[in-house]
C-alpha cells in the first residue's frame, strides 16, 4: 500500500515538466505532501481550534500553551484555509496558501521554511502549476484513519528515496544507501533481542548528522518490525535547512515530537545539551574541515576537558570525523546497574580515524581513550563504491558501553570489502550494493564473533585484545661526531645564517678574518675547535663572542664523521638531531627487549631517550587481513613472452607481406 501511494504522489510530478526539471520534482512533491497530511491530521480538530484561538486574542495568553493543553496537540493551524477550500478558489490561492502557512504554530512553520515554501509558491503560480498542484494533493486522501503513520512513514521514505535518485550524484549530502543503513541497525540491536521484545518498551535513538532522517526512520521500523508494541522515541539534529525540512517532515508523519528535530551545527551548537540516548548512529560528513567550529570546539575542549564533548583530543582541523565520535559518546546513556545493558552506537567513517595521526597527536589520544575505556566493538570494513558521492574505502565502528563477557577487552574486526552485488544502474559514485545475504552474513560473523587465522582461506574476521592496537614510539638517538673543515664555502654557510648576519660589522669582518685564519685545517674534536675558533676571533677582534655565535659557527662548519669524537657535555654523549630516529613497540613487548633485538645489532651505539617515548594506538585494518600473493615463476613469465615474441614477429611478417 505505501509503495503504492508514494508512486501515486510522486506521479503528481508529471504535472511540473516544462518549467521544472526531474530533480527539481522533489522540491514540490515533498514540502505539499507534508502539507497535505498535517491538513488531514489537524482536520477533526479544525474549526474548534480556530475558535479557541480566536478567545485568546486580546488576553495576553500564549494561545500554544492553551491549543496543546486543551486539544493535546503538539502543533496546530489557526488558519480558516485548508486544502478543500484553497482548492476551491482558484483566483487567490497563492497569498490564501500563503496565509495558510502563516497560520501553522512556530514549532512547525520553520519546515516550509526550510523548503523554501513561499518561494516555491510564488514560482509556482508564475508558471501556472500552482492550483493543478494543490488540486491533485486535495485529492489525495492522508487522513490517519485511512493511512496510519506506520505506512505514511513509508510513503514519505519512498518520496525521499525517489528524489535522492532523481539527483543522482548529489544524494550522497543527504541520504544514506537504505542497506548500509539496516546493516548499521541490525549490528546496532545485536545481542540486544530479548531486551527489544518485551512489551511496551520504550526506546531512544539519535543521530546528531540526521540528513533527511533515513537512520532515523530505519531504526525505527526495524524496532517497531521486531515489536509492534515498542516505542522508540527519535531524536536528530542537522545542520542544512533542507535535509532538516525532510527529516523533521517524516518524523511528524512518525508521530514523534516536532521538538525533537533540531536545526543547527552539532559541534558548535549542541541541540540536546545533557541528553542521553540508548542508541545512536550516523553518517557524518567524510573529510570535512571544522575550522568554523574550531573556536567552539576548541573552547570546549580546553575549559570542560572530560567535562564536555571533547576532552579525549582533538583531531586535526582538516577532518572532524572523530568529532563526531566524540561527541556521540557524550550522548551514551551511562551504565546505572549490573542488569543494564547499556548503549550502542553505530558510527560510519572513512580509513582515515583509524590510522591518522602518530603517537601523541589528538587522533592517536581518541583512539587511545576509546579503547583504554573497553568502548569499542567492532569494526566492518565495508566495499568502496557503496556511497552516492564518493567511492573510497568506507567503515562501520560498533561501540558499546556494556559489553558481554565474551567481548570485554576484545574489538572484532569484520572483512567485507568483498560482499556486494553489483547495481544494473549506477547512482552518482555507488557501483555496488549489500545484497541481504551480505547483510546476514556480516551479522553472523559478528554473532559468532570468529576469529580467522586466515591461512588456507582469506580471513573475514578477527578479533584481537584492545592492546593489540597499541604501541609506544621509542626515540633512537645516536653520538653526536663532527669533523670540522674550514674551506670558502663553509665561511659563506655561516654568513648566510641569521645570527651571524645580524652582528655588526666589525663582528662580522672579525668572523670573517678568524675562519680565514682557520682555512685549510680540520678537527675531529669539537672541544678542540672551538677552543681554536675562540682564539682566532680574539686574535681577529672579538675577545667575547656569545655562545650563540660559536654554537651557530661549529654546528654549521661540522659534518657527520663517524670517525670522529664523541662530543660530551658533561660526560654524557650529545645525541646527533640528523641521525635521530623513532621506532614504534607493541605494547605487549618489553621496550628494552625490542630495542636489544631490534636496533642495537644495526646501531651499536645507539641509546633511547625515554623522556621522549609516547604512547600511541592505530587500527591498521587492511594490514590485518593481507594476504601475501607470491609473484608468478620466472619459467612461466618467460613462456609467456616467448609467445608474444612469436605472435608479433607472425603479425609483422603479414604486414611485411
Known amino acids: 500500500m505505501a509503495t503504492t501511494n508514494a508512486s501515486l504522489i510522486w506521479n503528481i510530478a508529471n504535472l511540473l515538466r516544462g518549467p521544472y526539471q526531474p530533480n527539481q520534482y522533489g522540491d514540490v512533491i515533498l514540502p505539499f505532501t507534508i502539507l497535505r497530511r498535517l491538513d488531514a491530521i489537524l482536520a477533526p480538530t479544525k474549526d474548534e481550534v480556530i475558535a479557541e484561538y480566536k478567545k485568546t486574542q486580546g488576553l495576553g495568553i500564549d494561545p500554544f500553551v492553551v491549543l496543546k493543553s486543551k486539544f493535546s496537540l503538539p502543533f496546530f493551524n489557526t488558519s480558516v484555509w485548508d486544502f478543500g477550500k484553497l ?3 482558484a483566483s487567490g490561492l497563492a497569498d490564501n496558501l500563503l496565509d495558510y502557512i502563516e497560520g501553522f504554530s512556530a514549532n512547525i512553520r520553520d519546515v516550509f ?7 516555491l509558491i510564488a514560482e509556482l503560480d508564475k508558471h501556472d502549476r500552482l492550483y493543478l498542484i494543490v488540486k491533485e494533493f486535495a485529492n489525495v486522501d492522508l487522513h490517519p484513519d485511512r493511512v496510519s503513520g506506520h505506512d505514511m512513514g513509508y510513503i514519505f521514505e519512498e518520496l525521499i528515496r525517489k528524489f535522492a535518485e532523481s539527483n543522482n550524484a548529489a544524494a550522497g549530502d543527504h541520504f544514506t544507501p537504505r542497506e548500509v543503513i539496516a546493516l548499521m541497525v541490525d ?5 540486544k533481542d530479548l531486551e527489544l521484545t518485551a512489551p511496551g518498551i520504550v526506546r531512544t535513538i539519535y543521530d546528531p548528522a540526521a540528513g533527511t532522517g533515513g537512520m532515523l526512520s530505519t531504526a525505527y521500523d526495524h524496532l517497531v518490525e521486531m515489536n509492534s508494541g515498542a516505542k522508540p522515541v527519535l531524536y536528530g539534529q542537522e545542520i542544512n535547512p533542507r535535509s532538516y525540512a525532510m527529516c523533521k517532515s517524516d518524523m511528524v508523519i512518525k508521530g ?22 540508548d542508541f545512536l548512529l550516523s553518517n557524518p560528513p567524510f573529510g570535512v574541515e571544522w575550522k568554523t567550529q574550531q573556536k567552539k570546539v576548541t573552547d570546549e575542549h580546553e575549559q570542560l576537558g572530560h567535562a564536555g564533548r571533547f576532552g579525549p583530543g582533538l583531531p586535526r582541523v582538516s577532518d572532524g570525523s572523530l568529532l563526531f565520535l566524540l561527541h556521540l559518546i557524550k550522548k551514551m546513556r551511562p551504565v546505572r546497574n549490573p542488569d543494564d545493558k547499556g548503549s550502542r552506537l553505530a558510527i560510519v567513517l572513512n580509513g582515515s580515524p583509524l590510522f591518522t595521526g602518530g603517537a601523541g597527536s589528538g587522533e592517536s589520544n581518541i583512539r587511545q581513550w576509546i579503547l583504554e575505556n573497553d568502548l569499542l566493538d567492532a569494526i566492518i570494513a565495508l566495499p568502496t563504491d557503496m556511497f552516492y558521492n564518493t567511492g573510497i574505502s568506507t567503515y562501520i565502528w560498533i561501540l558499546d558501553n556494556k559489553k558481554t563477557a565474551q567481548r570485554k577487552g576484545k574489538v572484532q574486526l569484520i572483512n567485507a570489502v568483498d560482499m556486494y552485488g553489483k547495481m544494473r544502474k549506477s547512482l552518482g559514485s555507488k557501483r555496488k550494493q549489500l545484497r541481504d545475504e551480505d547483510i546476514k552474513l556480516i551479522c553472523q560473523l559478528y554473532d559468532e564473533f570468529r576469529h580467522d587465522d586466515g591461512v588456507d582461506e582469506p580471513a573475514l574476521s578477527k578479533v584481537f585484545a584492545n592492546e593489540a592496537f597499541g604501541y609506544r614510539t621509542i626515540t633512537v638517538e645516536r653520538p653526536l661526531q663532527l669533523r670540522f673543515h674550514i674551506t670558502e664555502d663553509t665561511a659563506e654557510q655561516v654568513f648566510a645564517v641569521r645570527t651571524i648576519s645580524r652582528l655588526g660589522e666589525a663582528d662580522q669582518q672579525a668572523v670573517r678574518d678568524a675562519l680565514t685564519a682557520l682555512a685549510g685545517r680540520s678537527w675531529t674534536n669539537r672541544d678542540k675547535f672551538v677552543t681554536d675558533l675562540k682564539s682566532a676571533l680574539k686574535t681577529a677582534g672579538m675577545p667575547k663572542p656569545g655562545a650563540p655565535v660559536i654554537k651557530v659557527i661549529w654546528a654549521t662548519i661540522g659534518q657527520h664523521d663517524p670517525a670522529a669524537d664523541i662530543v660530551t657535555t658533561k660526560g654524557k654523549p650529545e645525541p646527533d638531531p640528523s641521525l635521530r630516529d623513532t621506532e614504534n613497540v607493541p605494547l605487549s613487548e618489553e621496550v628494552e627487549e625490542y630495542f636489544t633485538r631490534e636496533v ?5 651505539d645507539a641509546w633511547i631517550d625515554h623522556d621522549k617515548t609516547k604512547t600511541g594506538y592505530e587500527i591498521p585494518f ?9 609473484p608468478r615463476p620466472l619459467e612461466e613469465i618467460q613462456k609467456d613472452l616467448r609467445g608474444l615474441v612469436t605472435e608479433i614477429q607472425a603479425m609483422l611478417a603479414e604486414v611485411g607481406a
Open 113 to 119: 521554511e526550510g523548503y523554501g515554501l513561499p518561494k
Open 600 to 604: 642495537l645489532p644495526h646501531v651499536p
Open 187 to 191: 549490528l546496532l540491536y545485536a545481542d
Open 87 to 89: 482548492a476551491a478558489d
Open 622 to 630: 587492511t594490514r590485518h587481513f593481507y594476504r601475501y600473493t607470491p
Open 256 to 277: 514523534q515530537s516536532v521538538d525533537n528535530i533540531y536545526l543547527g551545527d552539532t559541534l558548535a551548537d549542541d541541540g540536546f545539551s545533557g541528553h542521553h540516548f
